[in-house]
C-alpha cells in the first residue's frame, strides 16, 4: 500500500529564511502528487499538485516543489517565508484511478516575524 | 458559493453515546470523501459516497461506524456507542467528478472529543 512520509514534524524560521519540507512516498508507479495547507482554524487548501510533465511545479503564494521520480520524492520549497506561511503542511499521494488520498503525518511550520 | 461545510465544528459525547458528524458538500458537487486524523497522525481515508451510494468504504472501521449521502441533504458520517480512541478531528471534502483529486474541496473539519 502507499505510504507518504513527512520528515519533519515541526520547523520554526525567522522570516525572509528559505523553506524546505520533505515528502517521500513508497509506490513506484505513476502517482500524482499534492501539497496541502491549513491555515490555523481553516480547511485544507490546495498548494499546488503535480500529474504529469515538468517536474518543478509552481503553486500559490510562491511556492514550488519538485518531483524526483528517482528518489520518490516530492519537497516543498519557498525561498523567503513570511510570517503568515505559519500553518500546517500535507503532502499528499494517490494512484491514478483511485479517488482516495493517503496524505503524510504534517509538518508544522511556524515563522516569527 | 460557501465551500464545504461540516457541523459541528467541535462535538463532546461520553463513551456510549452516539457521534454524528455533518457535511454539505459544495453546490453542484456529487462525491463526498470522509477522512479522519487521529493526534499525530495524518489524515486517513475512510470512506467514498456518491448519492445514494456508497463507493469505497475500505477505509471505514468494521464496527461502530457507517455513512450515508441521501439524496437530499448532508452526507452524515455516524460512530456509534464512541470510545475515546474515536476522539479525532473528521474532514469531509467534495468534489464534482470522480477522475482527478485536484477538485477535490475540504471542509474545516469536526473534532470530536470522547470524554
Known amino acids: 500500500a502507499q505510504s507518504v512520509s513527512q520528515h519533519n514534524h515541526h520547523v520554526i524560521l525567522s522570516e525572509a529564511a528559505s523553506l524546505e519540507l520533505g515528502c517521500n512516498y513508497s509506490?513506484?508507479?505513476?502517482?500524482?502528487l499534492f501539497w496541502y495547507v491549513q491555515y490555523p482554524g481553516q480547511h485544507l487548501q490546495l498548494l499546488l499538485k503535480?500529474?504529469?510533465?515538468?517536474?518543478l511545479v509552481k503553486g500559490i503564494k510562491g511556492f514550488e516543489a519538485e518531483f524526483i521520480k528517482s528518489k520518490f520524492s516530492f519537497n516543498l520549497r519557498k525561498p523567503s517565508v513570511q510570517w503568515s506561511d505559519t500553518a500546517e503542511y500535507f503532502c499528499a499521494v494517490n494512484d491514478p484511478g483511485f479517488q482516495k488520498l493517503v496524505f503524510g503525518t504534517g509538518t508544522r511550520l511556524l515563522v516569527s516575524p | 458559493n460557501a465551500g464545504v461545510m461540516q457541523n459541528p465544528r467541535h462535538l463532546v459525547r461520553r463513551r456510549g453515546q452516539e457521534a454524528r458528524l455533518r457535511c454539505s458538500p459544495m453546490k453542484g458537487h456529487s462525491h463526498v470523501y470522509w477522512y479522519r486524523q487521529l493526534p499525530e497522525e495524518g489524515l486517513k481515508f475512510m470512506v467514498y459516497?456518491?448519492?445514494?451510494?456508497?463507493?469505497?468504504e475500505s477505509g471505514m472501521p468494521k464496527e461502530r461506524f457507517s455513512a450515508e449521502f441521501p439524496k437530499e441533504g448532508p452526507s452524515i458520517l455516524r460512530i456509534q456507542q464512541v470510545v475515546r480512541g474515536d476522539s479525532a478531528a473528521y474532514f469531509c471534502?467534495?468534489?464534482?467528478?470522480?477522475?482527478?483529486?485536484?477538485?477535490?474541496?475540504f471542509g474545516s473539519g469536526t473534532q470530536l472529543s470522547v470524554l
Open positions: 471534502a467534495s468534489s464534482e467528478g470522480v477522475s482527478t483529486n485536484e477538485k477535490l474541496f
Open positions: 459516497l456518491q448519492k445514494e451510494n456508497i463507493i469505497d
Open positions: 503535480y500529474f504529469s510533465g515538468d517536474p
Open positions: 509506490y513506484g508507479g505513476t502517482v500524482n
